[in-house]
């Protein structure tokens, strides 16, 4: 695994489980496990998309890995409730080994934190039975635009992207899904654009949406001064942009991800 941009305290943890809720209607809008019963699920972290998946799809039986203990340990708090519709297994997924082979998979901004997404989507396929249904769904960060321009918030995004590729994942990873998963092995792959695109029809989504995205930003921002990548300035004027964009209802904003489905 390359480094999490992100970090793991508590303030973080809780920003993944709301970043959960907040994205399940486009990131489950064609997700489908109605016929599947025991699920793998690598880059878990602390449960935010195992509990959709749970609720969505109640027959699943999910088998949670993750290479941070610290995530697994919050994860079962998140999950106690489901019992032993649950287990958790600390491993990196890039090296994964489990004695058992499942009949779904779901992946989850999991692989652009990774330095060899092939490496871990081969050793996926290894764990699945023949026709077991997967999903990947990853960031393309140069979807990115906005009009007006909102420099400050494009330079610190930017930051970000170029800091993420710095310590080894990839901040446009969802537009090789296709590539990658073709490369792995499976043998059917199609692939779907979803995200975020907020014009003057938005509404009141408009605010839920930038105010998430400062949150996903502000994320960052430990590691990035840190780093000394970036200023104290210029995470105030990328708060104060968005800021701008959530006000401004002629404002234009866009960004994708993308999904991939995929067969054995």
């Not at 809008?29 to 959709?52: M, P, Y």
């Not at 990658?180 to 938005?202: M, N, P």
């Not at 990035?224 to 104290?232: E, Q």
Request: proline share 3%; charged share 20%; glycine share 6%.
């Amino acid at each position: 695994m390359a480094d999490y941009v992100h970090g793991f305290d508590p303030e973080e943890q809780l920003r993944l489980q709301a970043q959960g809720e907040i994205l399940a209607p486009m990131v489950y809008r064609e997700v489908d496990f109605s016929n599947c019963k025991h699920l793998l699920e690598v880059g878990s972290g602390v449960g935010a998309q195992t509990r959709i998946l749970l609720e969505r799809f109640p027959q699943l039986q999910i088998t949670c890995v993750d290479s941070s203990q610290v995530q697994l340990a919050q994860a079962r708090i998140n999950l106690a409730s489901f019992g032993d519709r649950v287990r958790f297994v600390e491993q990196d997924g890039c090296s994964l080994s489990l004695s058992e082979r499942f009949d779904s998979a779901f992946v989850c901004w999991t692989l652009e934190h990774v330095s060899s997404p092939i490496q871990l989507l081969v050793r996926l396929k290894e764990h699945l039975q023949p026709g077991a249904r997967v999903y990947v769904t990853e960031v393309f960060n140069s979807s990115l635009y906005t009009s007006p321009e909102f420099p400050h918030f494009r330079h610190y995004f930017d930051l970000m992207s170029s800091f993420q590729r710095k310590i080894g994942g990839n901040p446009d990873v969802g537009i090789a899904l296709g590539n990658l998963l073709t490369e792995a092995g499976f043998s059917t792959c199609s692939t779907r654009f979803d995200g975020f695109y907020l014009d003057r029809r938005s509404g009141e989504k408009r605010k839920i949406f930038t105010a998430y995205w400062k949150e996903l930003l502000k994320s960052a921002a430990p590691a990035l001064l840190a780093s000394g990548d970036c200023s104290l300035q210029a995470l105030k004027l990328m708060e104060e942009d968005l800021e701008k964009i959530g006000n401004d209802q002629n404002a234009i904003f866009f960004y994708q991800f993308v999904q991939a489905k995929a067969t054995l």
